[in-house]
């Protein structure tokens, strides 16, 4: 059984930081790119950032460029996101996605498993 459980989330002030886990377990972790997607209310689905199978590569949307990083750690199975000078923007349900193919890293669409989430909250 495939699973996918992010911890971290919380309420924080802007101009604070966060650190999101991804535990990964069921299936073979080195074999998929994984990303980190979030949803706010009324909003789509968005990818802002992915890692490649070996961790060499990264992509950030625009958006947390420079104050978002992506990391995965083999071992553990386990993915991370460390979230610096959050801004009330970045308020949103955070999910963590496995893609087994990494044809096309933003599509939601093309990630094979999903995590429930972890909501983070920015207040200004």
């Not at 073979?28 to 949803?39: L, T």
């Not at 909003?43 to 978002?68: M, N, P, Q």
């Not at 610096?84 to 498993?113: H, I, Q, V």
Request: hydrophobic content about 35%.
């Amino acid at each position: 059984q495939v699973q996918l459980v992010e911890s971290g989330g919380g309420l924080v002030q802007d101009g604070g930081s966060l650190s999101l886990s991804c535990a990964v377990s069921g299936l073979n972790f080195g074999k998929y790119v994984m990303g980190w997607f979030r949803q706010a209310p009324e909003k789509e689905r968005e990818l802002i950032a992915a890692i490649s199978w070996s961790g060499s590569t990264t992509h950030y949307d625009d958006s947390v460029k420079g104050r978002f990083a992506i990391t995965r750690d083999g071992a553990k199975g386990a993915v991370y996101l460390q979230m610096n000078n959050l801004k009330p923007e970045d308020t949103a349900m955070y999910f963590c996605a496995a893609d087994m193919y990494g044809t096309s890293w933003t599509n939601p669409r093309m990630y094979n498993y999903w995590g429930q989430g972890t909501q983070v909250t920015v207040s200004s």
